[in-house]
Protein backbone atom coordinates (compact mmCIF):
# COMPACT_ATOMS: atom_id res chain seq x y z
CA UNK A 1 0.00 0.00 0.00
CA UNK A 2 2.74 2.39 0.61
CA UNK A 3 3.91 1.72 -2.84
CA UNK A 4 1.27 2.62 -4.27
CA UNK A 5 0.87 5.74 -1.91
CA UNK A 6 4.45 6.84 -3.15
CA UNK A 7 3.20 6.26 -6.80
CA UNK A 8 0.47 8.16 -6.83
CA UNK A 9 1.31 11.51 -4.95
CA UNK A 10 -0.45 14.41 -4.42
CA UNK A 11 1.74 15.83 -6.72
CA UNK A 12 1.67 13.14 -9.56
CA UNK A 13 -1.28 13.52 -9.98
CA UNK A 14 -1.39 16.91 -10.37
CA UNK A 15 1.05 16.71 -13.11
CA UNK A 16 -1.80 13.95 -14.28
CA UNK A 17 -4.23 16.57 -14.37
CA UNK A 18 -2.27 19.72 -15.58
CA UNK A 19 -0.91 16.94 -18.93
CA UNK A 20 -4.12 15.87 -19.71
CA UNK A 21 -5.54 19.32 -19.82
CA UNK A 22 -2.37 20.19 -22.18
CA UNK A 23 -2.87 17.47 -24.02
CA UNK A 24 -6.20 18.87 -25.51
CA UNK A 25 -5.39 21.03 -26.76
CA UNK A 26 -1.74 20.18 -27.88
CA UNK A 27 -4.04 17.20 -29.67
CA UNK A 28 -6.56 19.55 -31.23
CA UNK A 29 -3.47 21.25 -32.57
CA UNK A 30 -2.20 18.13 -34.24
CA UNK A 31 -5.63 17.50 -35.74
CA UNK A 32 -6.07 20.35 -37.02
CA UNK A 33 -2.44 20.55 -38.65
CA UNK A 34 -2.51 16.54 -39.74
CA UNK A 35 -6.16 17.74 -41.78
CA UNK A 36 -4.75 20.98 -43.27
CA UNK A 37 -1.95 19.06 -44.89
CA UNK A 38 -4.03 16.18 -45.77
CA UNK A 39 -6.23 18.80 -47.94
CA UNK A 40 -2.34 19.98 -49.53
CA UNK A 41 -1.36 16.02 -50.28
CA UNK A 42 -5.07 14.95 -51.40
CA UNK A 43 -3.55 14.52 -55.09
CA UNK A 44 -0.54 13.19 -53.80
CA UNK A 45 0.73 9.47 -53.20
CA UNK A 46 -1.52 7.42 -50.72
CA UNK A 47 2.26 6.59 -49.04
CA UNK A 48 2.78 10.19 -48.33
CA UNK A 49 -0.30 10.63 -46.81
CA UNK A 50 -0.40 7.40 -44.92
CA UNK A 51 3.50 9.26 -43.52
CA UNK A 52 1.95 12.15 -42.58
CA UNK A 53 -0.60 10.30 -40.27
CA UNK A 54 1.44 8.16 -39.03
CA UNK A 55 3.77 11.22 -37.80
CA UNK A 56 0.49 13.39 -36.35
CA UNK A 57 -0.44 9.59 -34.15
CA UNK A 58 3.29 9.62 -33.30
CA UNK A 59 3.31 13.33 -32.20
CA UNK A 60 0.11 12.37 -29.79
CA UNK A 61 1.83 9.54 -27.98
CA UNK A 62 5.30 11.36 -27.48
CA UNK A 63 3.48 15.04 -26.59
CA UNK A 64 2.20 13.79 -23.09
CA UNK A 65 5.09 12.41 -22.44
CA UNK A 66 6.92 15.37 -23.11
CA UNK A 67 4.47 17.77 -21.37
CA UNK A 68 4.72 15.35 -18.34
CA UNK A 69 8.08 16.28 -17.49
CA UNK A 70 8.12 19.36 -17.99
CA UNK A 71 5.08 20.78 -15.50
CA UNK A 72 6.24 21.44 -12.49
CA UNK A 73 3.55 21.86 -10.05
CA UNK A 74 4.54 22.91 -6.51
CA UNK A 75 4.58 20.97 -3.48
CA UNK A 76 1.74 22.11 -1.35
CA UNK A 77 2.63 23.49 2.02
CA UNK A 78 0.58 23.30 5.47
CA UNK A 79 -1.66 25.48 5.85
CA UNK A 80 -0.35 27.61 8.83
CA UNK A 81 -2.95 29.20 11.27
CA UNK A 82 -1.69 32.88 11.44
CA UNK A 83 -2.99 33.21 14.86
CA UNK A 84 -0.93 32.43 17.95
CA UNK A 85 -2.25 30.08 20.54
CA UNK A 86 -2.91 31.87 23.97
CA UNK A 87 -0.38 31.77 26.38
CA UNK A 88 -1.24 30.65 30.13
CA UNK A 89 0.49 32.30 32.40
CA UNK A 90 -0.11 31.73 35.99
CA UNK A 91 -0.98 34.96 38.05
CA UNK A 92 -0.17 35.19 41.93
CA UNK A 93 -2.86 36.80 43.90
CA UNK A 94 -1.26 38.02 47.28
CA UNK A 95 -3.69 38.36 50.47
CA UNK A 96 -5.18 41.78 49.92
CA UNK A 97 -6.14 43.36 53.91
CA UNK A 98 -9.44 45.28 53.63
CA UNK A 99 -10.44 47.48 56.34
CA UNK A 100 -13.33 46.87 58.58
CA UNK A 101 -16.14 49.20 58.08
CA UNK A 102 -18.33 49.69 60.65
CA UNK A 103 -21.92 47.92 60.18
CA UNK A 104 -24.96 50.61 60.11
CA UNK A 105 -28.78 50.15 60.36
CA UNK A 106 -30.38 51.03 56.75
CA UNK A 107 -34.27 51.55 56.49
CA UNK A 108 -35.99 51.54 53.75
CA UNK A 109 -39.71 52.60 53.23
CA UNK A 110 -41.25 51.14 50.24
CA UNK A 111 -44.12 53.64 49.19
CA UNK A 112 -46.96 51.76 47.27
CA UNK A 113 -48.92 53.79 44.60
CA UNK A 114 -52.09 53.24 43.97
Given at each position: ??L ?14 W ?40 L ?6 V ?23 P ?5 V ?18
Open positions: MELENVLSQQIVERLGTLLHFVWQGAIVAVALAIGLRLLRKSIATLRYLAGCGALVIVLMPVTFEFIDVPVSQPVIDTEPEPVIMVVIEDQVPEMPMTETTIVLKLTD
